[in-house]
C-alpha cells in the first residue's frame, strides 16, 4: 500500500477511511494476529468468508473494508494474512510504537500497567500518575508513579501520544476491549501532527 497512513491513494487521491470501517479494521488485525499465535504463525492465508464470519460482518462489508487499503485479494486464494496484518497496521498506524500515559494506578491501573499483552499490539506504557499522594512515588511494573500535576511536562518530554485513565467509582464508562480502542486511537494519531497526547480511553474492572 502506498500514500498517507490511514487512507488508500484511488486515482492520485488519499481515500479518507470512515470511523466505522477504521473500528473494523481493529477487529480484523485481531483475528489475523490470532491467527499466528494459534498456529504458530504457519496460516498463510484466510478467506473473505472466513474472516468475515469471525468478525461478525458479511463478506461484501469486509471486502468493502479492504478496499481502503487497495487490497482486494486473490480470487480462489483469499488474503495472504501476513500481508493483509502489515497493510491494516500500516493503515491503523499501529506498525510503529506508541508511548502511552496510564493516569489512576488502584487495582485497576495497577493491572494494566503489569500487562503484557499491550506491547505485542504495538504499545508501551511510559507514564504513570495518580493524584493520590499515598501512590505518588510508588513504583509499579518497573516505572515510579508521578503526580498527575507532572503530566503534560513527562508526556512531552517522553513522546507519550496515548493516554488511558483507569477512572475511581462513580464514573459512567464504557466496557470496551482495550487493546482495540488503544489502536483506534493509534489511528486518530497518525492522522494529526505534533506530539501532544491524541486521546484517553476511558476503562473499569
Not at 91 to 100: D, I, W
Not at 123 to 145: C, K, T
Amino acid at each position: 500500500m502506498t500514500g498517507q497512513v490511514g487512507g488508500a491513494r484511488e486515482s492520485g487521491r488519499a481515500r479518507a477511511i470512515p470511523e466505522a470501517t477504521v473500528a473494523r479494521l481493529a477487529v480484523y488485525l485481531r483475528i489475523l494476529s490470532g491467527l499466528g499465535d494459534r498456529r504458530g504463525g504457519h496460516r498463510s492465508t484466510i478467506s473473505s468468508e472466513e474472516l468475515a464470519h469471525s468478525a461478525g460482518v458479511n463478506s461484501a462489508k469486509l471486502r468493502k473494508d479492504l478496499s481502503f487499503l487497495g487490497s482486494y485479494g486473490i480470487r480462489g486464494v483469499g488474503y495472504d494474512v501476513g500481508t493483509l496484518t502489515e497493510e491494516i497496521s500500516r493503515a491503523l498506524g499501529t506498525h510503529q510504537a506508541h508511548r502511552v500515559a496510564l493516569v489512576g494506578l488502584g487495582n485497576l491501573g495497577q493491572a494494566l500497567a503489569g500487562y503484557p499483552g499491550f506491547a505485542g499490539r504495538g504499545f508501551v506504557i511510559s507514564a504513570l500518575f495518580d493524584a493520590d499522594p499515598d501512590r505518588v512515588g510508588r513504583e509499579v511494573s518497573g516505572l515510579p508513579v508521578l503526580d498527575i500535576a507532572d503530566a503534560p511536562r513527562v508526556c512531552r518530554a517522553s513522546g507519550v501520544t496515548i493516554g488511558v485513565i483507569a477512572v475511581p467509582a462513580g464514573v459512567e464508562v464504557r466496557h470496551v476491549d482495550l487493546s482495540l480502542e488503544l489502536q483506534i486511537l493509534a489511528f486518530h494519531e497518525s492522522q494529526r501532527d505534533g506530539g501532544t497526547v491524541s486521546g484517553a480511553v476511558a476503562v473499569t474492572s
